[in-house]
Nanobody
């Protein structure tokens, strides 16, 4: 079993920045895809960004150019640098990982097996 713990959330004004961190621990993680998802009140969980162990990344259109996903391959830790934050970015942010080896990392939350508890990001206008 792999445990994921997120941190780094908080409250910022529009235009500000936050950096989220996800620490992976537990059973040796052998998958090659990790990602960040978010869920706003009253909305479904949506993909934000995914990263493959070879460095390949994919972003939701709504965050392209503003968010950057990165990974510490040695420890399988995951980061999300969020710049130029907007009120519509307000949500609970979740780290996710999957033990399978993917040719292309999925963007569907149903394809990810391990989840963290989430960290809240609130952006005020």
């Amino acid at each position: 079993q792999v445990q994921l713990v997120e941190s780094g959330g908080g409250s910022v004004q529009a235009g500000g920045s936050l950096r989220l961190f996800c620490a992976a621990s537990g059973h040796t993680y052998r998958g090659n895809c990790m990602g960040w998802f978010r869920q706003a009140p009253g909305k479904e969980r949506e993909g934000v960004a995914v990263i493959k162990s070879d460095g390949g990344t994919s972003y939701a259109d709504s965050v392209k150019g503003r968010f950057t996903i990165s990974q510490d391959n040695a420890k399988k830790n995951l980061y999300l640098q969020m710049n130029s934050l907007k009120p519509e970015d307000t949500a609970m942010y979740y780290c996710a990982a999957d033990p399978r080896l993917w040719a292309v990392c999925p963007s569907n939350q149903a394809d990810f097996t391990y989840w963290g508890q989430g960290t809240q990001v609130t952006v005020s206008s």
